[in-house]
Antibody, heavy 122, light 106 residues
């Protein structure tokens, strides 16, 4: 059974940093492109970042570019999101999501984790 | 930047057909997918590649995409279909989500 389990969320002060993790099981992580998506309370979905299966290609949303870094460790079946200079409007549930398509033009997310809540507040 | 526009809300009576639209410039030239999100839950893929249904998604869910508009159609809508629905596409190295549509079954 495919499972994605995010962790690392919590309360952080403005300007602080946080590293989110996504543990994958039930499939071979290295053969899938992965993404991070967030959802602020009561708001819609916002895509943050993409990383190819090998880790060689990365994309970022303009809204967070320069403040976040996506990475992966296929040997550990894990995906990461390093977030810096956090602001109140970064408060959201952060999801990792699997992309089963090899072409970004056809990107879609067939499995999502349950999410981890990040709260940025003093 | 590319934008996808959805109506904030759609209402439908049980057993009737619900249509949720997603508009974007030349959207018909891109692949579109749709997600269902019930309160407190993670999104679930219901349509991908414009018209394909993942395994386990009921046949009452269908999709289309032409011109500037993609449409998610739910035939014979059931109370359990009440949820938020999001369209999504890819443009210029960016994933774009629509703002979401709240489907009310009443």
């Amino acid at each position: 059974e495919v499972q994605l389990v995010e962790s690392g969320g919590g309360l952080v002060q403005p300007g602080g940093s946080l590293r989110l993790s996504c543990a994958a099981s039930g499939f071979t992580l290295s053969t899938y492109n992965m993404n991070w998506v967030r959802q602020a309370p009561g708001k819609g979905l916002e895509w943050l970042s993409y990383i190819s299966g090998s880790g060689s290609t990365k994309y970022y949303a303009d809204s967070v570019k320069g403040r976040i870094t996506i990475s992966r460790d296929n040997a550990k079946n894990s995906l990461y999101l390093q977030m810096n200079s956090l602001r109140a409007d970064d408060t959201a549930v952060y999801y990792c999501a699997r992309d089963p398509d090899t072409a970004v033009l056809r990107m879609y997310f067939d499995y999502w984790g349950l999410g981890t809540l990040v709260t940025v507040s003093s | 930047s590319y934008e996808l526009t959805q109506p904030p809300s759609v209402s439908v009576s049980p057993g009737q057909t619900a249509s949720i639209t997603c508009s974007g410039d030349k959207l018909g030239n891109k692949y579109t997918c749709w997600y269902q999100q019930r309160p407190g839950q993670s999104p679930v893929l219901v349509i991908y590649h414009d018209i394909k249904r993942p395994s386990g998604i009921p046949e009452r869910f269908s999709g289309s995409n032409s011109g500037n508009t993609a449409t998610l159609t739910i035939s014979g809508t059931q109370a359990m279909d009440e949820a938020d629905y999001y369209c999504q596409a890819w443009d210029s190295s960016t994933v774009v989500f629509g703002g979401g549509t709240k489907l009310t079954v009443l």
